[in-house]
């Protein structure tokens, strides 16, 4: 191998060990990424002319608009979260199916769901449902495995349901489109939604102790008036965000335009409920939510800096025809290399957040994968946002076991939480193949809806 090749190599693996080591990714990034840029300069390893147009790739990111509908779906999600939207949602939905045998855990999937299309952001799931329907799941005798598990796994439906954050971040690295991406990925995130339910139906009659029916004296009496609810609590949310995804699926509004129109909608629906809800203060809901989505588009711009500069040197050093030339020349040739990629991706996903795994794997895989190989980039992004949620479940590590296990009560060990996604793994695994397997289960609808 030439001197370059071989830093290309030694800055991929100082970056991992940096990352692994605990430090900030964006800076571990930046900061390995000029050391060895000033390493190959004096050593005259590659040109100035090869490191050039840095700053213009930084002014390209800050002015990207694909990147503008970040904020706009984290505000989105955030402000209807602060409104008290998942706490309503459990409990109306709870008491709807809850004469249901499995009426808890399929409320939690359904919410689960709704929470995931109008969020998009797993941690604040997964926390929100934890801290509301456990204690009530574990009150009305159900398995700790079962409460914990699907709790655990409806809070990751945020990663493949659209809009989804993770969604938007591939298709502007991956160079495709978004709104293409959230039709690829909306059947598939249903399905696996569906998938989760069944299980829990057929789990609460197989083994009738697991998930009892709410007992009479916890049924609603009035069920006019719980409809009432229902269709209060639920219709709103539920129109806004079929406004924003229909804006984008029929082309009437680009995906940015869409997000605007859902914070919009999301700060309206926040200041009516605040009018019903006397606990719930608008102007601090606001605030919060302001200061939430600052702090995670900060995270999300440091990384993109980091990771532009990463990749500029890495290419300088043609690491990134040594990846496409190794991957290319895999026995077995693109399923060898689709099976490696997801691979390193899903092993990835237990140490490092999804965000830097879309910025620092997938600008170097997709080339090989799209270009060379001819995998449809649509399918592309959608196994990939499915793989990476299944890593959010995956113990020892599961960012989504740790959400949980933060907010549980002491009787419900780590254990319990370990136990009682493993089933829902195997459900994402199932996924996983059936979009291998039948690829117009992503395709489908991006043909219907077409361009």
């Known amino acids: 191998m030439s001197p370059a090749e071989w830093m290309a190599i030694a800055m991929l693996v100082t970056v991992l060990i940096g990352i692994f080591k605990g430090y900030p990714v964006?800076?571990?990034?930046a900061g390995v990424s000029l050391i060895f840029a000033g390493i190959g300069y004096a050593t005259g390893v590659i040109s100035l002319r090869k490191l050039g147009f840095a700053d213009d790739r930084v002014y390209g990111l800050m002015s990207n608009e694909i990147l503008l509908a970040i904020p706009y779906f984290i505000f989105m999600g955030t402000m209807?979260?602060?409104?008290?939207?998942?706490e309503s949602l459990l409990l109306t939905i709870g008491q709807l199916f809850g004469s249901v045998r499995g009426g808890l855990a399929l409320a939690v999937v359904f919410v689960g769901a709704m929470l995931a299309a109008a969020t998009g952001v797993v941690?604040?799931?997964v926390v929100a449902m934890g801290m509301i329907s456990l204690p009530v799941m574990l009150k009305n005798n159900y398995s700790k495995h079962l409460a914990t598990g699907v709790i655990a796994a409806s809070?990751?439906?945020?990663q493949i349901i659209p809009p989804s954050i993770v969604l938007i971040v591939l298709a502007d690295q991956m160079g495709t489109s978004i709104g293409k991406l959230f039709q690829g990925a909306l059947i598939p995130g249903l399905l696996l939604a569906g998938m989760y339910a069944l299980y829990c139906l057929v789990l609460s009659y197989v083994n009738k102790d697991a998930a009892p029916a709410l007992s009479a004296d916890q049924r609603p009496d009035n069920v006019t008036q719980l409809v009432l609810r229902v269709i209060f609590v639920l219709l709103p949310p539920l129109g806004l965000i079929l406004l924003v995804l229909g804006s984008i699926f029929t082309g009437i509004a680009s995906p940015t335009e869409a997000g605007s129109l859902g914070a919009v909608g999301a700060v309206i629906l926040g200041f009516i409920y605040s009018c019903f809800l006397p606990e719930l203060k608008f102007g601090q809901a606001i605030?919060?939510?302001?200061?939430?989505?600052?702090?995670i588009c900060c995270m999300i711009m440091f990384l993109l800096v980091g990771s532009a500069f990463f990749i500029l040197v890495l290419r300088a050093f043609s690491g990134h025809e040594m990846i496409t030339e190794l991957l290319a020349n895999l026995p077995g040739g693109k399923v060898s290399a689709l099976v490696l990629i997801m691979l390193v991706i899903f092993v990835l996903g237990f140490f490092i957040d999804f965000f830097e795994i879309c910025f620092i794997v997938v600008p170097l895989v997709t080339p090989v994968l799209v270009e060379r190989f001819g995998v449809n980039p649509t399918w592309l992004g959608v196994l990939i946002a499915m793989n990476?949620?299944?890593?959010?479940?995956?113990?020892p590590f599961g960012f989504s076991l740790f959400y949980l296990k933060g907010v549980c009560p002491p009787e419900v060990k780590t254990r319990d939480i370990y136990r009682g996604v493993l089933p829902f793994i195997v459900i994402?695994?199932?996924g996983l193949i059936l979009i291998?397997?039948?690829?117009?289960?992503?395709?489908w609808l991006v043909g219907v809806m077409g361009d």
């Open 26 to 29: 964006a800076f571990t990034l």
């Open 80 to 86: 209807l979260e602060k409104s008290k939207l998942a």
């Open 123 to 125: 941690g604040a799931s």
């Open 155 to 158: 809070g990751t439906l945020g």
């Open 287 to 295: 605030k919060e939510t302001v200061y939430t989505t600052g702090k």
């Open 388 to 395: 990476l949620q299944t890593s959010f479940l995956t113990p």
């Open 428 to 430: 994402q695994f199932i």
């Open 436 to 443: 291998c397997v039948f690829p117009e289960i992503v395709l």
